[in-house]
T-cell receptor
Framework: NAGVTQTPKFQVLKTGQSMTLQCAQD?????MYWYRQDPGMGLRLIYY???????DKGEVPNGYNVSRLNKREFSLRLESAAPSQTSVYFC?????????????FGPGTRLTVL | TQLLEQSPQFLSIQEGENLTVYCNSS?????LQWYRQEPGEGPVLLVT???GGEVKKLKRLTFQFGDARKDSSLHITAAQPGDTGLYLC???????????WGAGTKLIIKP
């Protein structure tokens, strides 16, 4: 099992460009998450999907959109990238979405917006 | 707004020493988790605590959840270089579906 995979691993964008970060899990988990990690700020939830067909905003959703394509895949789109979106992005999944679940993380995407 | 504060932010010690890191809040959490993150990778779960006063041991790591469920600590005995990493605590937030994350303690164990 690959667990949670993310593509790309690194990306450099210019301000105003768009891109989609891809995430897939092979553990048959219902819930999936997108986080950003910035120095000194821990992980902040951007969007989550409690189950296939549903998505909800997290703490910092502005500037992002998501798509839960099917049970396996959850993508994050930046429509018009800004320097403030420079960060490391992590996708995670968990079996049920309840807070005591283990969240399984991908290796991250390191995004720089110039 | 629920917040989790971790201390210290950074700790560098010699192999074989003992250490404790803390995760504190003014809010009550129904559960709390500790994760370890190595450079270039995502966090990996170490433990989940759900009962006030609960103590869990994982080899040389001892985790404690405060009686009032507002704080937690991680104690490492005889630290080893393999313990190096960023230690993150995360508490159950609104609706029990979201986690509130601390900023982490960066731990370096020198051989």
């Amino acid at each position: 099992n690959a667990g949670v995979t993310q593509t790309p691993k690194f990306q450099v964008l210019k301000t105003g460009q768009s891109m989609t970060l891809q995430c897939a899990q092979d553990m048959n988990h219902n819930s999936m998450y997108w986080y950003r990690q910035d120095p000194g700020m821990g992980l902040r939830l951007i969007y989550y999907s409690a189950s296939e067909g549903t998505t909800d905003k997290g703490e910092v959703p502005n500037g992002y959109n998501v798509s839960r394509l099917n049970k396996r895949e959850f993508s994050l789109r930046l429509e018009s990238a800004a320097p403030s979106q420079t960060s490391v992005y992590f996708c995670a999944s968990s079996p049920t979405g309840f807070s005591t679940d283990t969240q399984y993380f991908g290796p991250g995407t390191r995004l720089t917006v110039l | 707004t629920q917040l989790l504060e971790q201390s210290p932010q950074f700790l560098s010690i010699q192999e074989g020493e003992n250490l404790t890191v803390y995760c504190n809040s003014s809010s009550v959490f129904s559960s709390l988790q500790w994760y370890r993150q190595e450079p270039g990778e995502g966090p990996v779960l170490l433990v989940t605590v759900v009962t006030g006063g609960e103590v869990k041991k994982l080899k040389r790591l001892t985790f404690q959840f405060g009686d009032a469920r507002k704080d937690s600590s991680l104690h490492i005995t005889a630290a080893q270089p393999g313990d190096t990493g960023l230690y993150l605590c995360a508490g159950a937030g609104k609706g029990n579906y979201q986690l509130i994350w601390g900023a982490g303690t960066k731990l370096i164990i020198k051989p």
